[in-house]
């Protein structure tokens, strides 16, 4: 036994998505619950436990079976679906009692098998649903294949283009490096909503798939630096669109209990660009002056192939809902999902809570939306959320090293060609160890994953940077330790942040605001990357390379603390069932961190006691009894 929720001894605490998403005014259930302090129980074994703070509610249980059934056989009727309509009538009342569908009589035995079989297999899905998402993820090749084009061709460039000199000379080379994130977040990322509006999810790919296929092969045939700046300026502004939609359209598309491995298929091949760009440099190395040419061209090739293979992929179920084609939407959903019972339970769920979603923001425009994400508490607990990692992975100081790696391993004493190969090797690693999170994301969760590898990431930066004092010995003695921390930071990184931070942004929006929150992320996300490009090669020069360490090291711990306070976990939780997770005030959410989750982390992981484990900070309503007790 747990706790009764909050307000009440025994009342059962209801956060239905409406007054989740809201509310333009604070539901007065909340601002009670921030005011009052943290329940407590004691269980029948004598122990004292904490309850959760908001209960994820099933609207759908707001009303009767018969209603329910009523309910989904009129939305079959009225969106030009009759044929469908007994089966939205058994997929409603599955969605309305997910847990124990096998007692539903409705059910044919076909469809309850199919049900089980996805319950039992949780990555069971049909083949089109694993190419939509692959195909898609194989986007993010393009980004990380020219911060490698890039980081390889800073050996060569400057010299081509009479830039290798210091002070005026690092400030352009810095900012020809950058420049693709500052457009990326300045510019790319807002472009998305009238992209997405007028072409879609995927049309809107197909666009930016364009542009970061031509913008390469303009920067291979650059004729100056500012000609090189202009090609990567273009290719910037796809980046950025491309990065606000690529989450959102996997995300979804993808089912709840794997939606977290799913969409991280974006940063596997992020990680998988980035050794792919590092394996070019390597191939074009020996080829003169036009290698840098090469290794800045290569990277249209997988922006090719996804221009190309979007087209065999649906558009997203929920834009085609959002733009009011239902049943085209539900025919793209069926293709998703591996039996028609499946589709229909998600694709009616998704519209009840778009429906509610609707009530309090229909008709807002572009710039209400964006403003939305600041002034509704909602939203702006969920901004802050995806704020706080996109702006980590930057803090980190993953991006010093894939663009600058080569360099600063040739400055320790490896050759040209060495370097190129020791970055290959951190390519390489980054490919390895973002593999296990796809197992760990939707079961240890994106706020664990990342709040137990920042601690590591800032030690081995430290070590690194550290290491970069020792000027005697061996060439091996000096470079090693260098490389090796450098390595140990990168595999704590692939095992955290580097998969959450667009993982955790594209999902944590609702629906009506979910273009302009991602835009807001990966502006944050792109523009303090391009300031990270623009400053190293000057801060590295004012500071020391162990310095430049030293001070990223440090934003490790405060980028910490900031997930500690700001990101709330999501794991395995439907995108309208998240939007109950951000209903609790922050002031509440924080108090139940600190009095209750780091007193039992602090005491079974450091003291190694061994005692319960709280109840979460949101419950499933689905998990409690009809006394609004929270099961064990």
């Known amino acids: 036994m747990a706790s009764t929720p909050p307000n009440t001894s025994s009342e059962k605490v209801s956060a239905s998505p409406d007054a989740g998403y809201a ?16 329940p407590e129980i004691i269980d029948s074994s004598g122990r004292r436990k904490s309850v959760a703070l908001n209960i994820v509610e099933n609207p759908l249980k707001r009303s009767s079976k018969a209603q329910t059934i009523a309910n989904a056989r ?15 009538e058994r997929a409603a009342l599955v969605a309305r009692d997910g847990d124990r569908f096998e007692m539903l009589a409705e059910l044919d035995e076909t469809e309850r098998n199919a049900l089980i079989y996805e319950r039992d297999h949780k990555w069971h899905g049909p083949k089109m649903l694993w190419y939509s998402i692959a195909l898609c993820a194989m986007g993010a090749a393009t980004q990380g294949w020219d911060q490698t084009g890039s980081n390889g061709a800073n050996l060569s460039f400057p010299e081509e283009f009479g830039i290798a000199g210091t002070g005026k000379d690092e400030w352009i080379v810095g900012v020809i490096n950058a420049i693709i994130f500052l457009t990326a977040g300045l510019i790319g990322a807002f472009i998305v909503d009238p992209l997405n509006h007028y072409l879609g999810r995927r049309g809107e790919i197909f666009l930016t798939a364009c542009c970061l296929t031509a913008c390469p092969i303009g920067s291979a045939f650059a004729r100056s630096w500012q000609g090189l700046f202009a090609a990567r300026f273009v290719m910037g502004i796809g980046i950025g669109a491309k990065n606000a939609t690529v989450p959102i359209y996997s995300a979804e598309m993808a089912p709840a209990r794997i939606r977290g491995a799913l969409v991280m298929f974006w940063q596997l091949w992020v990680v998988a660009g980035i050794f792919l760009g590092f394996a070019a440099n390597v191939i074009v190395k020996d080829t003169g002056r036009i290698a840098w040419r090469l ?39 069926s293709v998703l999902r591996a039996n028609p019972i499946i589709a229909a339970r998600d694709y009616y769920y998704s519209y009840i809570i778009y429906q509610e979603e609707m009530k309090l923001a229909g008709g807002l425009n572009y710039w209400t939306r964006m403003w939305d994400c600041f002034r509704v508490p909602r939203i702006r607990r969920a901004n802050y959320g995806a704020s706080t990692v996109m702006i980590a992975q930057q803090m980190c100081g993953i991006n010093i090293i894939s663009f600058y790696s080569s ?3 040739e400055n320790v004493g490896y050759t040209a060609s060495q370097a190129l190969y020791a970055s290959l090797g951190y390519g390489a690693i980054q490919v390895v160890f973002t593999i296990p999170t796809l197992f ?49 930071f990168t595999i704590a990184y692939s095992l955290g942040e580097g998969p959450v931070a667009f993982q955790y942004s594209a999902e944590v929006f609702p629906t009506i605001q979910r273009e302009q929150g991602m835009a807001w992320a990966v502006c944050i996300n792109n523009t303090f990357a391009g300031i990270l490009s623009l400053t190293f090669p000057r801060m590295k020069t004012v500071m020391t390379p162990t310095g430049a360490f030293g001070f990223y090291a440090g934003l490790n711990l405060i980028a910490w603390f900031m997930i500690f306070c700001f990101v709330r976990e999501t794991k395995q939780l439907t995108l309208e069932e998240i939007d109950q997770v951000f209903s609790v005030p922050t002031k509440s959410f924080l108090n139940y961190e600190l009095t209750v989750w780091l007193p039992y982390f602090l005491k079974r992981h450091i003291l190694r006691q061994k005692i319960a484990k709280p109840p979460p900070v949101i419950e499933k309503a689905d998990l409690m009894d009809s006394d609004g007790i929270v099961g064990e």
């Not at 604070?26 to 302090?37: R, V, Y």
């Not at 969760?445 to 709040?451: E, K, P, S």
């Open 23 to 38: 509310s333009h005014n604070e539901s007065s259930k909340n601002e009670k619950l921030a005011q009052d302090p943290e």
């Open 74 to 88: 009129i939305f079959a009727e009225e969106h030009g679906m009759p044929e469908h309509a007994s089966l939205f």
């Open 295 to 333: 290794q800045l061209g290569s990277a249209f090739i997988p922006s090719f192939i996804l221009g190309i293979g979007i087209f065999f992929c649906p558009e997203s179920p929920r834009w085609l809902m959002k733009h009011g084609k239902i049943a085209q939407g539900f025919k793209s959903m």
């Open 407 to 409: 360099t600063i391993f």
């Open 440 to 488: 760990l994301i939707d079961t240890k969760g994106r706020r664990t994953l990342t709040l137990m590898t920042f601690p590591f990431m800032c030690i081995f930066l430290l070590a690194a940077g550290l290491s970069l004092l020792k000027t005697e010995g061996s060439k091996g003695a000096r470079i090693g330790p260098v490389v090796l921390f450098v390595y140990l």
